[in-house]
Nanobody, 128 residues
Framework: VQVAESGGGLVQTGGSLRLSCVAS????????TAWFRQAPGKEREGISC????????YYAKSVKGRFTISRDDAKNTVYLDMNGLKPEDTAIYYC??????????????????????WGPGTQVTVSS
């Protein structure tokens, strides 16, 4: 499967954005999909993951309560709805998709798994 992100942009503090991760070549309901972000000078951070059954979705502490991950199988797209944006959310946002491996829980794909199937990323900038 190939994935590509869109929906980034410039927004003021407190604003909202919806990011999309569109897949081609296979159906995302066969995959765990992860959202990561990388700010300048920082390591890539896993912020949200959604499993095949859409259960036990994971959110990093930094975004929990503000961001929501969802999947639309008809559009073969995973979304990241971001509300209450802060300047520290400024980063390039990436999605990744991987066929699940039984030994990993959904959160492990955000915290431990070494993803290789990345999209090109989309820039999110939050102004203060």
């Amino acid at each position: 499967v190939q994935v590509a992100e869109s929906g980034g942009g410039l927004v003021q503090t407190g604003g909202s954005l919806r990011l999309s991760c569109v897949a081609s070549g296979d159906s995302l309901d066969h995959y765990v999909t992860a959202w990561f972000r990388q700010a300048p000078g920082k390591e890539r951070e896993g912020i949200s993951c959604i499993g095949r059954m859409r259960r036990n979705n994971y959110y990093a502490k930094s975004v929990k309560g503000r961001f929501t991950i969802s999947r639309d199988d008809a559009k073969n797209t995973v979304y990241l709805d971001m509300n209450g944006l802060k300047p520290e959310d400024t980063a390039i946002y990436y999605c990744a998709a991987v066929r699940p491996i039984n030994v990993y829980a959904v959160e492990d794909y955000c915290r431990e798994y070494n993803h290789t199937n990345w999209g090109p990323g989309t820039q999110v900038t939050v102004s203060s």
